[in-house]
């Protein structure tokens, strides 16, 4: 492990296991049903079946953020402990969750003016989020400095490419990402919409297709055309997803198209908080390619 203590939060939507064996602490986000509030802890005390149950069953779902002071309170012990800290944050075009733990920095960094915390935006979202902060863990391994590190992130998370469907629209139409009068005509037509996420961290709706099979293949195209070079990409790429069979689906394809891939597409679901915005026929494709045009 190098010098400093890789952070993140659980909307990376990796799993318990892999933030464990790459030795990454993260801080959860919280969601709401019904009033009662849960922690977004990668589906260790709920599970997603039984989450998509009570919604399905009318208990209203909402999100909450991380405040300044719960990242005070997550960061302090580090510090205490004599830790430098790089904290990756989910993207702002979704969230101000970036700008909580930046002012919490502000205010440690008196408190600590001896240690290093810095604060990084991701511009990613799910399991891209995951991708750039896996990359880091790695680049954290091989020697970089806390400085070198933050450097990088900043110069390359716009290289982290997403491509994401929802064939469930219903829950995009309750968010208010889509009208309820194209929602309904979208349900009609079976309409999948095709987004991925734009430089400025925000989810970007690019094509409307119709039918899950016609959509899973448009993405196994589009990672054609952004992959680094091409059918001959050799990096890592994940998925996450509120559809298993639907993931498999697209792990398959992607891995029969990009032989040379570094290992296996490794499968994800997506958790909580971002479940309760996308519902339960989400898949998301991630990998590392040119700058997002």
Not at 72 to 97: C, K, M, Q, R, Y
Request: net charge negative; charged share 25%; proline share 3%.
């Amino acid at each position: 492990m190098g010098e400093f203590l890789l952070t993140a939060c659980s909307t990376v939507d990796l799993s318990p296991e892999w933030m464990e064996k790459k030795q990454i602490p993260y801080a959860l986000f919280n969601y709401i049903l019904d009033d009662q509030s849960y922690k977004d802890d990668m589906w260790t005390s709920m599970k997603p079946e039984d989450f998509f149950a009570k919604v399905e069953a009318g208990a209203s779902s909402s999100t909450s953020m991380l405040s300044i002071g719960d990242y005070i309170d997550f960061f302090t012990p580090f510090l205490e402990a004599g830790n430098d800290i790089l904290h990756v944050s989910l993207t702002s075009g979704i969230s101000n969750t970036y700008e909580s733990a930046r002012q919490a920095a502000e205010i440690l960094r008196e408190d600590f003016p001896e240690r290093k915390l810095f604060i990084v935006d991701s511009l990613c979202a799910s399991g891209g989020y995951g991708l750039l902060v896996d990359k880091l863990a790695e680049l954290r391994d091989i020697g970089f400095s806390i400085e070198d590190a933050r450097d990088w992130a900043e110069a390359h998370r716009l290289e982290v490419i997403h491509w994401f469907f929802v064939s469930d629209l219903k829950y995009l139409i309750r968010g208010g990402r889509v009208s309820r009068a194209a929602g309904a005509v979208g349900q009609m037509l079976n309409i999948c919409p095709l987004m991925n996420v734009d430089n400025n961290g925000r989810l970007a709706p690019q094509e409307k297709i119709r039918t899950k099979k016609k959509v899973i293949r448009r993405t196994v195209e589009k990672m054609k055309e952004d992959a680094t070079g091409g059918t001959k990409y050799d990096n890592t790429c994940f998925i996450s997803s509120t559809d298993p069979e639907a993931a498999e689906e697209l792990r398959r394809q992607v891995e029969e198209e990009f032989p040379n891939l570094k290992g296996k597409v490794q499968l994800f679901r997506i958790g909580a908080t971002i479940a309760t915005h996308t519902g339960p026929g989400t898949v998301a494709l991630f990998f590392w390619g040119d700058k997002r045009k």
